[in-house]
């Protein structure tokens, strides 16, 4: 409070201020010894609040591959998807990356984002690496569509995902599960033992009992500890 008060002899009027004391309830008293009174500012009617300063909030490492595609890829939400690659340490991309396909024409249902889903890589084994920022708890989303010609036929490419040497997806199917040239988004959690003299990357792997393997794109998301 920078002010209090203004000259005079009425309630909230000084002649002559004399002294300022504050409660422990945070109430204010101000003595005067010409109108011979003592006024008071009640905590209720006026208390100063500290704002707390927001902490700032680190932000998720996100890293999002555009598999089979030579440019960069910016979805329908802003996002950027990096261009296919082969694997760079320090880096990411396909260690075994099986044939990078013509990319379709044909429009993709249940997405917007047509173009990521119509370039992909397949093979009987496909695998990707990316060195992440420390260990820890990321997300991996994996993107699918399936289309006429493809492998050993429709309903005949079968495969398994692992990941960090653990099967996430057994047997997939994916014309089986929503059709063909649909797309189809499935998400798994891996834990990455990973930090400085451990160079242990995130590993995902694709292998096919039946037909080929195929993705289109592959994001990891998560949040290193501090």
């Known amino acids: 409070i920078s002010?209090?008060?203004?000259?005079?002899?009425?309630?909230g009027k000084f002649n002559s201020p004399l002294g300022l004391g504050v409660s422990p309830q945070g109430d204010a008293f101000a003595g005067d010894s010409v109108n011979?009174?003592?006024?008071?500012?009640?905590?209720?009617?006026?208390?100063?609040?500290?704002t707390p300063t927001p902490r700032p909030t680190a932000e998720p490492f996100v890293l999002r591959l555009d598999v089979g595609s030579v440019p960069t890829y910016t979805d329908q939400a802003g996002n950027l998807w990096l261009a296919d690659q082969a694997y760079i340490p320090g880096g990411f991309g396909y260690t075994v990356g099986g044939t990078e396909a013509v990319p379709e024409t044909q429009p993709i249902a249940s997405?917007?984002?047509?173009?990521?889903?119509?370039?992909y890589r397949s093979g009987s084994f496909l695998a990707f690496k990316a060195d992440l920022p420390g260990p820890g708890t990321y997300d991996v989303t994996l993107k699918f569509a399936e289309?006429?010609?493809?492998?050993a036929g429709v309903g005949q490419n079968i495969f398994n995902v692992v990941s960090q040497g653990i099967e996430v997806f057994h047997e997939l199917n994916v014309v089986g599960q929503v059709g063909l040239r649909q797309a189809l988004d499935l998400s798994f959690q891996v834990a990455v033992d990973q930090g400085v003299g451990n160079p242990q990357p995130?590993?995902?792997?694709?292998?096919a009992p039946s037909g080929q393997a195929f993705i289109s794109g592959i994001q990891f998301r998560g949040r290193a500890p501090h």
Do not use: I, N, W
């Open 3 to 11: 002010l209090f008060g203004v000259p005079g002899s009425g309630p």
């Open 36 to 50: 011979k009174t003592v006024q008071a500012l009640l905590a209720c009617s006026a208390r100063f609040t500290p």
């Open 111 to 119: 997405t917007a984002d047509d173009l990521l889903y119509q370039t």
């Open 147 to 151: 289309f006429p010609g493809m492998g």
């Open 202 to 207: 995130l590993l995902v792997e694709f292998a």
